[in-house]
């Protein structure tokens, strides 16, 4: 099994307050692991990918952080949320034989007011 | 610099007709292609791919077509069904196993 889950599934949090959304999966041990985010109306924006423990790649400057603590866990963070952050998160893995057919979470939910 | 463009937000098919997507991509280096479905509050899921050797992949009530000439990929659903109403995304590698990058999607509704 590859499944993904995130959690919370929807939150409302209020500008200027810190943000964790966590994401845990299973199956095959190191796997490649992203955080995508679709704003309303828009496209999936890679975020972050990350190619083991501790290892981070930031594709977009913004005021978001991950980290990945353990092998099968995935943490999106920031520190003082703002109105853009609003958007559907989601956490993704790579296939187990090696193929970048991408298996996605159900998401996180986070507006921002 | 958008490197996946998908020119059309949204699309409207009657049930039973045949449903057209298209993405566009600039990066001449990109050698494999996926489609994903989305439905509301859910993850993406993968629907169908290709890579460069083929110009036409299909299953079942799916085709994908690429153009590697025009830089065009298509997706064809027929018969189209209401279920099949949800967002589409085409994605872009330049190798299997590599990254992929995500056009902006269309959302296509089947109506009954």
């Known amino acids: 099994s590859q499944t993904i889950h995130q959690w919370p599934a929807t939150l409302v949090q209020p500008v200027g307050s810190p943000l964790s959304l966590e994401c845990t999966v299973e199956g095959t041990s190191n796997p490649n692991l992203y955080w995508y985010r679709q704003a309303a109306g828009r496209g999936l924006q890679l975020l972050f990918y990350s190619v083991g423990i501790g290892q981070i790649s930031s594709e977009v400057p913004q005021n978001l952080s991950a980290s990945r603590p353990q092998d099968r866990q995935f943490i999106l963070s920031s520190k003082k949320l703002l109105l853009s952050d609003s958007g559907f998160y989601l956490c993704?893995?790579?296939?187990?034989?090696?193929?970048?057919?991408?298996?996605f979470g159900a998401g996180s939910r986070l507006t921002v007011l | 610099d958008q490197q996946v463009k998908q020119n059309s937000p949204s699309l409207s098919v009657q049930e039973g007709r045949i449903s057209i997507l298209n993405c566009d991509y600039t990066?001449?280096?990109?050698?494999?292609f996926l489609w994903y479905k989305k439905y509301p509050a859910e993850g993406p899921t993968f629907l169908i791919s290709i890579s460069s050797i083929k110009d036409k992949n299909e299953d079942g009530r799916f085709t994908v077509f690429l153009n590697k000439s025009a830089k065009h990929l298509s997706l064809h659903i027929v018969p189209s069904q209401p279920g099949d109403s949800a967002v589409y995304f085409c994605a872009a590698s330049v190798a299997a196993g590599n990254m992929l990058t995500f056009g902006g999607g269309t959302r296509l509704m089947v109506k009954p």
């Open positions: 993704a893995r790579e296939g187990a034989d090696g193929a970048n057919v991408l298996t």
């Open positions: 990066n001449s280096m990109f050698d494999y």
